[in-house]
C-alpha cells in the first residue's frame, strides 16, 4: 500500500517560530488536499499554537521532540550531538522513507549538513546544491549554488548545472532552460581559477544550454534561467538583491513622504506599486531545496512568515508529485554513460 | 622647480570615447584651475572634438598615440604589444613623473596589469586593489577590491584593508573608518577558505576598526565603511547592486506609465525622486582609483559620460593634494614596523 505524501515541517526553525511555522501547516493543509505534515519540535508548544485553528486534524501529526538547533550553533557538532533536535527527528523521517520532504526555517548550516549526513546524496552526485528561485524583469531565474558549498570544484558547478536545468525546467516549465556561469566580464580570459576551469568544461556538455558568461548586473533583468556558480558568490548575489531592493525601496518610501506633494502621488500610485512589487515578495517562491538528495529538503528563510512556509511546503508537493529527484538521477546517469562513451 | 599637477586621460578608452572624454577634459578645465590635462590618443579625432569647445588651451596638450587597446583583448599581451597604445603611453607618463595620475574608460584588464607593469607597486604592496565607492542609505561605502586580484590571498586582503581605510579616511572624510569582511553570514564557521583564514588576521591588527563579518544584504544600507573582499565577489557584489537598482527603478518607471491614475501620481512624484536618486548616480562619484601603486591609476566605468570623466580628473586632484599615496606608504611601513616588533 502506498502511503499517503508525506511532508515533515520543523516546527521549531526560524526566527518567527513556532507560530508562523504552525500558521503556514494549517494553511497548507486547509487550502490543498491529498498529503499529511508531521511536524518536529515541542509538544506543548505546538499543540498550544494549534489549538486556536481549525483544520483537518487527521493529516497533521506531530513528532514531539526535546531539543532545538540555534542558529549560531556549530552544524556538525549540533547535527551529532543533538539527536532530538526538530532538524535531525525531521530529516531522520525522510531518510527512513516515513515522509517524501523535510522544510525547515532554522539554522542553514544544520539544514545543509543534515542533509548530506541523515538524507543522504543520490547517487554519483558530488555536492548538493541550494537552488533559489528570485524574480527578474523577465520571469524567474534560478540561483545554484546560493549557500552550500563554498570552496567549490569544476565537476561540481556542472553537476549543479546539469540538476538546476531539471529543476528549472519541471518546476518552472520553462523548457531547454539557459545556464550562465555567473563571471566578472564577458570575455573569455575573465573569471578566477574555478570560472576558467569550469567554462571549457560546461562548453563541452551537450545537454547543458550554456550559454557562456553571465555578469551579475545582467542576472536581475533575467539575462539566463539558471545561474551557476559557487555558494560563495551565489549567496554574496542573492543576499545582494535583497539588500538593494530593500534599500532603494526605503528610500523612495521615505521621498514619497517628504512633501504633500509627493503624498498625493504616493497615494495615487501606491496601488499600482503593490501589485508590482508582490512579485518580488519572498514569500511567492518558497525556499530553497537542496539538489541531489535521496529525499526532498527545502530550506525557508530564517525570517520565513506563515505564507512562505505554506509556499515551500506546496513547493514540496510539487517536487515530489513531479519526480524531480528521479529526474535528476536519470539526469545524471545519461551525463555518466555519455562521459563514458 | 615644481611641476604643476598634471592628469592624463586616456582620449579612446570607453564606450563613448573619444567625445564624452573630450567633454570631460573640457568642463574639468573649464570648472577647476590649478592643474593641466595631457589627452592621449588619436590626434585628429582628439583635435577635431575640442575645435568645438572653448577652454584654457594652455593647459591641454595632445600626446599623439597610434594605437587602441579593445575592450576584449587579453591585456598582458595588450600592453607588451601595443606600445604607442593611449594606456601604454599614458601610464608612461606617470612612471617617468611628468604627470600624477592617468584616467581611463577603457579596457578594465589593460589598465589594471598595465597599473601594475607600468606605473609599479609601492614597496611593500602585494597586488593592488581597486577601490570602488557606492552610495548607500546612510552614506558611502568603499568596496575594496571591486575587481582587479580574484583568487586573493589573506595578505593582501589584509592589505586591502589598510590602503582602503586611508583612502576612505582621506577623500571620505571618515575618522576611523569601520572594515567588514564580505562574509554569507554572521557566524565565525561561515565562510569559504579565505575568508576562515582572513577573520583572525584582520582582527589582529590594531590599525584597522574591523568589525567582523559582513553579509551582502547589509551592504546598500551602509553597515560598514569599507568592504574588503576578493575582486570575484567584490565584482558581483557591485554588478549586482547596479543590475538590482536599474531593474528596480525600470519596472517602477513602467508602472508609472501604467494608467491616468499613476501618471498623475508619477508626475507629482517625479521631482523628489529625481532629486533622491541623484545621490545614487556613479557620475558623481567618479572611478576607482588602482591602491599601491606608486603614481594614482583611476578607472572609469566604460560608460562613462562627459560627466563622469570629469569627477574622476577631480578624484585624481584630490587624491594628489592630499597625498594618499604617501599616506598609504606611511601605513604600510607602520604595519610592517610593529609586525616585526
Given at each position: 500500500m502506498e502511503r499517503e505524501l508525506t511532508i515533515v515541517v520543523d516546527?521549531?526553525?526560524?526566527?518567527?517560530a513556532p507560530a508562523c511555522n504552525i500558521e503556514g501547516v494549517v494553511n497548507a493543509l486547509n487550502e490543498r488536499e491529498g498529503f499529511r505534515i508531521i511536524m518536529t519540535g515541542d509538544e506543548e508548544a505546538l499543540m498550544q499554537g494549534l489549538s486556536s485553528y481549525r483544520y483537518p486534524k487527521e493529516r497533521l501529526t506531530i513528532r514531539p521532540t526535546t531539543q532545538v538547533i540555534a542558529?549560531?550553533?556549530?552544524p556538525v557538532s549540533a547535527i551529532h550531538g543533538k539527536k532530538d533536535s526538530s532538524i535531525v527527528v525531521g530529516m531522520g523521517l525522510v531518510r527512513k522513507g516515513e515522509a517524501d520532504a523535510f522544510v525547515s526555517a532554522g539554522s542553514t548550516g544544520a539544514v545543509l549538513v543534515g542533509g548530506q549526513l541523515l538524507v543522504g546524496r543520490l547517487k554519483g552526485v558530488h555536492r548538493p546544491p541550494l537552488a533559489c528561485i528570485i524574480p527578474t524583469e523577465k520571469g524567474m531565474t534560478c540561483v545554484v549554488?546560493?549557500?552550500?558549498?563554498?570552496?567549490?570544484r569544476p565537476e561540481w558547478l556542472i553537476q549543479f548545472a546539469r540538476m538546476g536545468s531539471v529543476y528549472v525546467e519541471n518546476?518552472?516549465?520553462?523548457?531547454?532552460p539557459t545556464v550562465g556561469l555567473l563571471n566578472?566580464?564577458?570575455?573569455?580570459?575573465?573569471?578566477?581559477a574555478l570560472v576558467k576551469e569550469t567554462m571549457p568544461q560546461l562548453k563541452a556538455c551537450p545537454d547543458i544550454h550554456f550559454t557562456g558568461s553571465v555578469e551579475a548586473r545582467d542576472v536581475p533583468s533575467g539575462a539566463v534561467d539558471i545561474v551557476v556558480t559557487d555558494a560563495f558568490s551565489g549567496n554574496v548575489l542573492l543576499k545582494m538583491y535583497e539588500g538593494t531592493a530593500s534599500a532603494l525601496l526605503h528610500i523612495i518610501k521615505k521621498t514619497l513622504k517628504s512633501s504633500v506633494k509627493t503624498m498625493i502621488g504616493g497615494a495615487l500610485i501606491q496601488g499600482a506599486l503593490k501589485e508590482t512589487l508582490k512579485r518580488y515578495d519572498a514569500s511567492n517562491y518558497g525556499g530553497a531545496p537542496l539538489l541531489g538528495l535521496k529525499g526532498l529538503v527545502v530550506k525557508a528563510h530564517g525570517s520565513s512568515s506563515a505564507a512562505e512556509i505554506c509556499t515551500s511546503i506546496f513547493q514540496c508537493l510539487e517536487f515530489s508529485e513531479k519526480d524531480i529527484n528521479g529526474k535528476i538521477r536519470r539526469a545524471l546517469e545519461d551525463a555518466a554513460v555519455k562521459a563514458e562513451a
Open positions: 516546527g521549531m526553525g526560524g526566527d518567527n542558529m549560531a550553533e556549530p549554488d546560493c549557500g552550500a558549498n563554498v570552496d567549490a518546476m518552472l516549465g520553462i523548457k531547454a566578472i566580464g564577458a570575455e573569455e580570459e575573465k573569471g578566477n
